[in-house]
């Protein structure tokens, strides 16, 4: 892993991988239009220097494998989330009981915990609402829900689907 | 179909500017703010609609920058809030 | 077929064009500023996810079709990180918020 040409690879194939992730994504928006090609190639050249720049090769990554159940976990954690505040919004007692609740998390500092924080702003009635030192803050719908359980849970999943490098 | 759909997109728009009286209540700049991202989610969807309904694909084009200006309009709110964080009045 | 897929679309749209009311009314009635940005970025991006789930068969092509969700999928993107960010600023703005100390998970 320490040796130097080793590294240069992994971070040429990175490179290329995203590339292509983003050249199929400048195809969907711009079309396949052969005269367009130019154009969307530089577009991909320089997303592609501006995400390793900004986004560096981590020791860590989203196995591609479990990508797909994760994503499925939290579209139906978005689908729970919209159907319970539609129904405290629309209910003519207003049944919220808001309030914090201080979640410790596992993860570092960095892209991982900034991961968890999004994925979980999109469960029902949590949103991140700060930070205390290896502590997340959620603001909450319904205090007496149990967020705390929900919250480990999406830990775990999340943490299931990031492999080491 | 058409007439479906053009009615739903009235519907949306509607709420969305009833969801705009969130601007004269505030009372918070966040609340209006909220409001601004409103206009961004529904105006999506309303743009979309459109696009379909008139069968004018560069619609989708709209949304797609309506989505991104939305984004970078509410991170400039934040940013400006936190410049001037001793001095902004808390909501009641 | 093609009836089949419209009835997709307009039971879609329909829920759909439901959660944008029902996002309106959480913003317009929820007591507090938290509160109501549950309303709007739940709500929203549901009402979203399904006009465009109900707009995805009738684009007529593979491309236009894939182009609208990643519409969507910037909007959730979007919506994951400002709603972060305005209840960070939202709760700074709190002198001394009420808070609920929970201890780890067991």
């Not at chain 1, 159940?69 to 009981?97: C, E, K, N, T």
């Not at chain 2, 920058?65 to 400006?80: C, R």
């Amino acid at each position: 892993m320490s040796n130097p040409s080793d590294a240069l690879g992994r971070l040429m194939a990175h490179a290329l991988a995203r590339a292509v992730a983003l050249l199929i994504l400048w195809l969907v928006l711009a079309g396949s239009d052969l005269a367009d090609l130019p154009a969307g190639i530089v577009a991909v050249l320089a997303a592609t220097v501006t995400s390793l720049r900004l986004l560096p090769v981590g020791p860590s990554r989203l196995s591609p494998v479990l990508l797909g159940p994760l994503a499925l976990r939290f579209l139906y954690q978005s689908v729970a989330a919209g159907i319970d505040v539609a129904w405290r919004a629309l209910d003519p007692r207003l049944p919220l009981r808001p309030g914090f609740v201080v979640y410790s998390v596992c993860f570092p500092l960095g892209s991982a915990r900034n991961a968890f924080a999004a994925l979980t702003s999109l469960l029902p009635g949590t949103v991140p609402a700060g930070d205390e030192g290896s502590r997340l803050v959620y603001h909450c719908l319904d205090v007496d829900q149990p967020v705390v359980s929900q919250l480990a849970a999406e830990e775990a999943a999340l943490r299931h689907a990031i492999r080491h490098d | 179909m058409i007439e479906f759909m053009t009615t739903v997109l009235g519907f949306i728009l509607a709420m969305l500017a009833l969801g705009l009286v969130r601007i004269l209540r505030g009372p918070a700049d966040a609340d209006r703010m909220m409001a601004a991202q409103l206009i961004g989610t529904g105006g999506i969807a309303a743009l979309l609609l459109l696009g379909t309904v008139t069968a004018v694909p560069a619609t989708v084009d709209v949304a797609l920058t309506l989505a991104l200006l939305a984004t970078f309009a509410s991170i400039a709110f934040v940013k400006k809030g936190r410049a001037n964080a001793p001095d902004s009045t808390g909501d009641a | 077929m093609s009836v089949a897929v419209d009835i997709i679309t307009i039971v879609a749209i329909t829920a759909g064009a439901f959660f944008f009311l029902a996002g309106t009314v959480g913003l317009l009635r929820f007591p507090d500023t938290l509160t109501r940005l549950h309303a709007l970025t739940k709500a929203d991006n549901l009402g979203l996810g399904l006009v465009v789930l109900g707009l995805v068969p009738q684009a007529g092509s593979l491309r236009g079709g894939l182009k609208l969700l990643c519409v969507w999928a910037l909007a959730l993107l979007a919506g994951a990180m400002v709603s972060q960010l305005i209840a960070r600023e939202a709760s700074g703005q709190r002198g001394d918020p009420a808070m609920r100390h929970d201890g780890p998970p067991p």
